[in-house]
């Protein structure tokens, strides 16, 4: 559980991969504040991402339940530099590892690509917070 507003709005994420100190984490449109933990299966997923585990070491990110992870597939990942914008498809949540398959982004992959790089706490909730506005 997070929260994402001062005005108490509450967001729900789920780890799906654990390397400490990394988190490869899904976020969840929720719709109100007070959910069952075992309802998050049925949220549509917002965003997934890696980023730190500091969110929840610091206490910021209270763990409220527990929803078993089966097999996880890794999304494509997008990211822009200076030679283009790009897809990446990689299980590892460090830039372009030894596995990275990376090919040039079409409006069809773009669709459902999701933020490639490693997101500390705060960069993570803000753009699950984008991702709920946008």
């Not at 494509?76 to 982004?105: C, H, K, M, T, Y």
Request: with cysteine; aromatic share 10%; net charge negative.
């Amino acid at each position: 559980m997070v929260r994402l507003d001062a005005q108490g709005r509450t967001g729900y994420g789920r780890i799906l991969i654990a390397q400490r100190p990394f988190l490869f984490v899904e976020f969840y449109r929720v719709g109100h504040v007070d959910v069952d933990v075992p309802r998050l299966e049925t949220c549509p997923v917002v965003v997934t991402m890696w980023c730190s585990h500091q969110g929840i070491a610091s206490g910021e990110w209270p763990i409220v339940g527990h929803v078993p992870v089966g097999s996880v597939t890794m999304p494509d990942f997008v990211i822009s530099n200076a030679e283009g914008v790009w897809i990446v498809r990689s299980a590892q949540p460090v830039l372009f590892p030894p596995d990275a398959v990376r090919i040039p982004a079409t409006e069809d992959l773009l669709r459902n690509a999701q933020p490639y790089g490693l997101f500390g706490d705060r960069a993570a909730l803000e753009k699950y917070r984008q991702s709920l506005d946008g």
